[in-house]
């Protein structure tokens, strides 16, 4: 089935630690979002990517990484300097010349 | 970054009866999309608009793309239980690399049965 995948659906971490967020898609979009979503505060966009190789800051990349090698994947690295990094995380995608944006069903990252 | 005002936060309402809900911008936006949420999982597109004055339905929901392009509007008609969940309004710009989504706050939905 097309779709997009985000794994791990829950995962804890220590303090300190890096862990990455894996997403999937099979839908040949070329373009692909990372949202972190906070109770009560809605959708905020971490990173996005138009194109292999290439990706651009969204509004609170601080404390993230990502890595574009391949169309179908686009990773998603929670970083020790991300101060608050306890959330859940939704990855995307899109055709990328607007319009619709298809969600995975998210992780949920809790740092102990 | 930019911002939309959705309102209400919460709604709390008897099986069967309407609900509307909006969304508003100090910018203009040229796609506007409505989403639900369910706990736990991503959210789904419910509707896509993507001309001023636009009307569009999708079974008991409605939405509408305001004439100035800086507000939408949501309705869903004669609620029911599965209703519940969270519902996010999102606007887009357009126009050269500017394809990111803007997103409200959401407004959360309880359908009393």
């Known amino acids: 089935d097309g779709g997009i995948t985000q794994s791990p659906k829950y995962l804890f971490r220590k303090e300190g630690q890096n862990v990455t967020l894996s997403c999937e898609q099979n839908?040949?979009?070329?373009?692909m979002y990372w949202y972190r979503q906070d109770p009560g505060q809605g959708l905020r966009l971490i990173y996005y990517s138009q194109i292999v190789n290439d990706f651009q800051k969204g509004d609170i990349a601080e404390g993230y990484s990502v890595s574009r090698e391949k169309k179908e994947s686009f990773p998603l690295t929670v970083t020790s300097a991300q101060k608050n990094p306890t959330a859940f995380y939704l990855c995307a995608s899109g055709w990328g010349f607007g319009g619709e944006l298809f969600f995975g069903e998210g992780s949920r990252l809790t740092v102990l | 970054g930019q911002q939309l005002n959705q309102s209400p936060q919460s709604m709390f309402i008897q099986e069967g009866e309407d609900v509307s809900m909006n969304c508003t911008s100090s910018s203009i936006f040229n796609t506007w999309l409505w989403y639900k949420q369910e706990p736990g999982e991503g959210p789904v597109l419910l509707i896509a608009?993507?001309?001023?004055?636009e009307l569009t339905s999708n079974g008991r929901l409605t939405a509408q793309f305001g004439i100035t392009r800086k507000d939408s509007f949501l309705n869903i008609s004669a609620s029911i239980p599965s209703d519940v969940g969270i519902y996010f309004c999102a606007g887009q710009r357009g126009g050269g690399s500017n394809y990111k989504l803007t997103f409200g706050k959401g407004t959360l939905l309880t359908v009393n049965p």
């Open positions: 839908l040949n979009h070329d373009a």
């Open positions: 608009l993507y001309k001023a004055g």
